[in-house]
């Protein structure tokens, strides 16, 4: 599916048990976040430790267990689990050695959330078939 609009896009990821790694940035041409869907198949880790010049990243932890280094901690994480780390924050993730890991991660600039739901959000006209 692909529907483009004035003011939205909508695609298809595809196969979500399948995906292995989808980054939406250029994808839905995004302009305040990266979104990427992640899979890391049992026993693999991200090759490297990393940090971020600007960017905040929020995780969550669709399915599966794995592990997450941040700054010399180590520590299991699970489906359901959802997490942030600050740009400098020295971060790897490994899937479980019998575990397969999906997860969302976002990334936005830090300290730039000025508002959201009832701040950001304001009541439209127009109205769905189904209100
Ligand atoms: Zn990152």
């Known amino acids: 599916m692909e529907k483009l609009g004035q003011n939205y896009k909508v695609i298809s990821c595809g196969d979500i048990q399948s995906l292995g790694r989808v980054v939406l940035h250029d994808t839905l041409a995004l302009t305040g976040a990266e979104v990427s869907v992640n899979e890391l198949p049992a026993g693999v880790s991200v090759p490297f430790v990393h940090t971020h010049k600007n960017n ?38 490994k899937a479980g050695d019998t575990s397969s890991l999906r997860f969302i991660c976002v990334q936005a600039k830090a300290n730039t959330l000025e508002g959201f739901t009832e701040t950001d959000g304001l009541p439209a006209a127009s109205k769905p078939s189904w209100l």
């Open 56 to 93: 905040e990243e929020i995780y969550v932890v669709l399915s599966g267990k794995g592990f997450l280094f941040i700054d010399g901690d180590e520590f299991e994480i699970k489906e359901g689990d959802a997490f942030r780390i600050d740009p400098k924050g020295e971060r790897c993730i």
